[in-house]
């Protein structure tokens, strides 16, 4: 017997600061950095950063920052580098020449978190789909080990038919993925109209990782989905049933959350995930209160919304955490500038001024109507009282008079039922 874990990988963490970018911006990056680091089971070691934008576009950073990165890694003891911007394989590939380590970027560590956390077969197959989309341009590093100084005889081996044989088998597997994930999304589709036939509307939980997404979702709807104080611990779509205060039911969606420099091989692959944004009524924009950077979680969350064609979706922001608040005044600044409501999923402080948003949020969405329903149509009548709001009811010859509030995909149903009243 024998430990098969072994030592965690101990990571030097690198970032260039650009012009337009703050000392407390990057400082903000690199920390959240860290914590991805950790997430991925790594131990950082040490921290290096360049201001301005004078770098090596070949190495990513200057040829003066790149020796003392070099130093810092020996002093340490360090595995590996992680650079906190997205590097062309040409740039991961000669800063790792340079330094004589592994070299990663953001996306590959975001990448592999992801690798660690899945789940589900669905699951399984986006991030390997994000991942090999990843890998191919970079195959070539993985041959450099063939590579020969000059030329002639002896130096032309099989190292390009094995890369060429390569990419064809990973393009393969990137199609019999998208076929695979094709399926999936047919199957979610048949399960998203099966809820639009419900009549109940939905909302879909937004936000920044680990803001507490999850954490609201089982105390909105007493469930109980595995919840961390980790980054990315839910990358698989959840529904539960949640009633307003009025007692109209609506479904509730979790689903995977945001990041900065989120790897756009991930939004490709995880579409069909990300399709249940599309079918919600409302978004329910969960924020960290308690996180210095909360303002910059909120716009970074809003330009991904943006981005997948969202922004013009309503939106109810939840300011979470309102229990590890140190300075009352910062949320106090932050409610007002956000129009956000303060709560606490664990505390469960603040949820009903919460679901009292999501009601008047939700009210475009249903319909008020007078029916007349006959007896004999028992069916129609519990419908109206099973997914509705009845206000009033007369029970005359004809049938029953209700004045019901209905979602608006089941007016249809009811149209045939529908009178004036006076």
Known sequence: MFDTNGNPERALLVARRLPKQTRGEIQESLAELARLTASAGAVVAGVLSQDGSSHSSRLYLGTGKVEELRALAREQGADVVIADDNLTPSQERDLSKALGLKVIDRRALILDIFAQRARTSEGKLQV?????????????????????????????????????????????????????LKRVQRHRRLLRDRRRASGWPVVALVGYTNAGKTTLLNRLAGSEFRVADQLFVTLDPAARLVALPNRQPFILTDTVGFIRKLPPELIAAFRA???????????????????????????????????????????????????????????????????????????????RGLLAALEGALRPQVGQVTLRIPYADGPALALCYRRGRVFRREDGEAGVLLDVALPRPLLGQMAAYQVKRG
Not at 275 to 285: R, S, T
Request: charged share 30%; aromatic share 2%.
């Open 273 to 351: 995930t990300l399709e249940e944004l599309y079918d919600a009524d409302v978004l329910l924009h969960v924020l960290d209160a308690s996180h210095p950077g909360a303002g910059e979680q909120m716009r970074a969350v809003e330009r991904l919304l943006s981005d997948l064609d969202l922004g013009d979706r309503p939106v109810v922001l939840a300011l979470n955490k309102v229990d590890r608040v140190e300075e009352p005044r910062d949320l106090e600044r932050l409610s007002q500038e956000s129009e956000g409501i303060p709560v606490s999923a664990l505390t469960g402080a603040g949820l």
């Open 128 to 180: 390997e789909l994000a991942q090999l989309t990843y890998l191919l341009p970079r195959l070539v590093r993985r041959w450099a080990h063939l590579e020969r100084l000059g030329g002639g005889i002896g130096t032309r081996g099989p190292g390009e038919t094995q890369l060429e044989s390569d990419r064809r088998i990973i393009r393969r597997r990137i199609l019999q993925l998208q076929g695979e």
